[in-house]
């Protein structure tokens, strides 16, 4: 297996940062039936955990110095994206995210191996994110939104 430049390991990492950041804005995920808050509440922590998981993968081969250093680069990156958030209905950004998220998985930029943390929170994400896929227009401006390089740029 080749050796992973460091620009490539954070760009691996930023997908997992930004809808791991995504899950802890409050009211983004709520479920439709109230009587149900306490399974959705483990569903989203198993989640956060699975994308944290990703987040760090990237990393694991490194010595703590190293990886400390390249994830507070991530960090850095993600909040700037996270800042042009603004004041957008969480169901764009989600959208957003996701076809940023399809645009690198179809150009195999990031490969969601079977079983992997990564390709189980987002098997887990699409049906959160299904009903916004039926209001054509946020899905239409989500997808461009995602192709626009000012928006989820490195």
Not at 22 to 38: I, K, N, S, Y
Not at 66 to 85: F, N, P, S, Y
Not at 124 to 146: C, V
């Amino acid at each position: 297996m080749p050796t992973l430049s460091d620009r490539q390991r954070v760009e691996l990492a930023i997908p997992a940062y930004l809808l791991y950041a995504l899950t802890a804005a409050p009211g983004v995920f709520v479920p439709a039936d109230r009587d149900q808050a306490a399974r959705a509440e483990a569903d989203i922590a198993g989640l956060r955990a699975d994308l944290q998981a990703a987040l760090l993968e990237p990393f694991g081969d490194l010595v703590p110095k190293k990886q400390h250093a390249l994830l507070r680069r991530v960090e850095r990156i993600g909040k700037g994206v996270i800042t042009g958030w603004g004041n957008r209905p969480a169901l764009s950004v989600m959208l957003t995210l996701w076809y940023f998220l399809k645009d690198l998985t179809d150009r195999e930029v990031l490969i969601l191996w079977e079983g992997s943390a990564m390709e189980r929170a987002t098997s887990q994400l699409l049906p959160m994110f299904a009903h916004g896929f039926d209001e054509q227009k946020r899905d239409a401006a989500a997808q461009e939104q995602a192709h626009q390089p000012d928006h989820l740029s490195l």
